[in-house]
């Protein structure tokens, strides 16, 4: 007699229940809201969708941007402080390089007492940014900001503190620029310290500036600059002879 081969059957029900098991618990199947657009992915913030013709095409944006699906634009990654994620907040590993903790974005000085200065990358390329006289990068809005607004810890000289020496800013004198528009908040010099100057907040609430080490305030530019270029503090960091 021959032998008799015993054929096990699964059923197709089983075998796709098995497959979907080795799975992500996670498992999300994404589906066209509209034939045809761009649509954010409902758990990562820097991930969406492509649609044409009712199909989709995943997406991610360039390192450090995120989807922005109310922006008007065709590209639709934008920066991380002009985006609401709300529950989107996976994001795709990042990818630093340098002083860019990821390839775009705007990103404070990586030494924590430097508040005046931040970094634009770019595709993995950074541009360094210095705030104007007096204020500090705000992560949080990408903008330079009074000091108290950005609340940072640790800053160094270049901190405003509210003054406990007597300024008061003038009354009633609104202070021009070269170009004759009124200055909103005006800066004024120490008339002792050439590398301290005051800042009056909407040209009312004085606060206290402070240059680096090595520089002076230009009363002419309304900020910080070489001594050379400031009459009468030429000399301030010069050391005195003590023959």
């Given at each position: 007699?021959?032998?008799?081969?015993?054929?096990?059957?699964?059923?197709?029900?089983?075998?796709?229940v098995?497959?979907?098991?080795?799975?992500s618990?996670?498992?999300?199947?994404?589906s066209?809201?509209?034939?045809?657009?761009?649509?954010e992915d409902?758990?990562?913030?820097?991930?969406?969708?492509?649609?044409?013709?009712?199909?989709?095409t995943?997406?991610?944006?360039?390192d450090g941007?995120?989807?922005n699906?109310?922006?008007?634009?065709?590209?639709?990654?934008?920066?991380?402080?002009?985006?609401?994620?709300?529950?989107?907040?996976?994001?795709?590993?990042?990818?630093?390089?340098?002083?860019?903790?990821?390839?775009?974005?705007?990103?404070?000085?990586?030494?924590?007492?430097?508040?005046?200065i931040?970094?634009?990358?770019?595709?993995?390329?950074?541009?360094?940014?210095?705030?104007?006289?007096?204020?500090?990068?705000?992560q949080?809005?990408g903008?330079?900001?009074?000091?108290?607004?950005?609340?940072?810890?640790?800053?160094?000289?270049?901190?405003?503190?509210?003054?406990?020496?007597?300024?008061?800013?003038?009354?009633?004198?609104?202070?021009?620029?070269?170009?004759?528009?009124?200055?909103?908040?005006?800066?004024?010099?120490?008339?002792?310290?050439?590398?301290?100057?005051?800042?009056?907040?909407?040209?009312?609430?004085?606060?206290?500036?402070?240059?680096?080490?090595?520089?002076?305030?230009?009363?002419?530019l309304?900020?910080?600059?070489?001594?050379?270029?400031?009459?009468?503090?030429?000399?301030?960091?010069?050391?005195p002879?003590?023959?």
């Open positions: 007699m021959g032998k008799r081969i015993l054929v096990v059957l699964v059923p197709l029900t089983v075998a796709l098995c497959s979907a098991a080795d799975e618990e996670d498992y999300f199947e994404f066209c809201p509209k034939p045809d657009g761009q649509f409902p758990f990562q913030c820097d991930r969406y969708y492509e649609c044409t013709d009712g199909r989709y995943e997406k991610l944006c360039p941007l995120v989807f699906p109310d922006s008007k634009l065709a590209n639709k990654c934008d920066q991380v402080f002009n985006v609401n994620c709300g529950d989107r907040k996976e994001l795709q590993p990042p990818k630093p390089v340098g002083v860019c903790p990821r390839q775009n974005g705007f990103f404070p000085h990586p030494d924590p007492s430097i508040c005046n931040f970094f634009n990358c770019v595709n993995g390329r950074e541009i360094e940014m210095t705030c104007v006289a007096g204020l500090h990068f705000y949080q809005t903008t330079c900001v009074w000091p108290d607004m950005a609340n940072r810890q640790g800053c160094g000289s270049n901190a405003n503190k509210k003054l406990n020496d007597g300024f008061q800013c003038p009354k009633n004198a609104t202070k021009m620029d070269k170009n004759g528009q009124a200055i909103t908040h005006p800066n004024y010099p120490h008339l002792e310290d050439c590398q301290r100057f005051y800042i009056c907040l909407n040209g009312i609430e004085p606060r206290q500036g402070t240059c680096e080490d090595g520089m002076v305030y230009n009363e002419d309304q900020r910080c600059d070489e001594p050379e270029n400031v009459p009468g503090c030429e000399d301030w960091y010069s050391i002879d003590l023959n």
